[in-house]
């Protein structure tokens, strides 16, 4: 029996190989110190406009991204990231609260 996370079946594994998202990502290395607002910008802009319309993958990969190490330990923090995380953790919680969800396979 597998077992998945909530919104999607997909491993994360899998859901970060999405080459937009590689794209992106790639492109955040090493800039976090210096452009932090338009970090937080472009990662908006992978969500789409309205957070509450993007799709379950992409809410995934965003979480899995604003709690990886970096951002966990606090190397890279800042007010934009945070009220980002609290977005995605807050639509998140919805979908789970108004969807039945499958968690095993």
Same mark, same amino acid.
């Given at each position: 029996?597998?077992?998945? /996370?909530?919104? &999607?079946?997909?491993?994360?594994?899998?859901?970060? $190989?999405?080459?937009?998202? #590689?794209?992106? %990502?790639?492109? @955040?290395? *090493?800039?976090?110190? &210096? +452009?932090?607002?338009?970090?937080?910008?472009?990662? %908006? +802009?992978?969500? =789409?406009?309205?957070?509450?319309?993007? /799709?379950?993958?992409?809410?995934? !990969?965003?979480?899995?991204?604003?709690? =990886?190490? =970096?951002?966990?330990? *606090?190397? !890279?923090?800042?007010?934009?990231?945070? $009220? @980002?995380?609290?977005?995605? %953790?807050?639509?998140?919680?919805? %979908? $789970? +609260? &108004? #969807? &039945?969800?499958?968690?095993?396979?």
């Amino acid at each position: 029996m597998k077992y998945y /996370s909530f919104l &999607t079946e997909t491993k994360i594994q899998d859901l970060v $190989k999405d080459k937009e998202w #590689q794209k992106l %990502r790639s492109s @955040l290395v *090493g800039t976090w110190k &210096t +452009n932090v607002e338009n970090n937080c910008k472009l990662l %908006r +802009n992978f969500l =789409g406009n309205n957070i509450k319309n993007c /799709s379950n993958e992409k809410l995934r !990969i965003m979480l899995n991204y604003l709690t =990886g190490s =970096g951002f966990r330990i *606090g190397k !890279i923090k800042h007010p934009c990231i945070d $009220k @980002l995380l609290k977005e995605v %953790r807050e639509e998140i919680n919805r %979908r $789970k +609260n &108004t #969807q &039945t969800f499958n968690f095993r396979i």
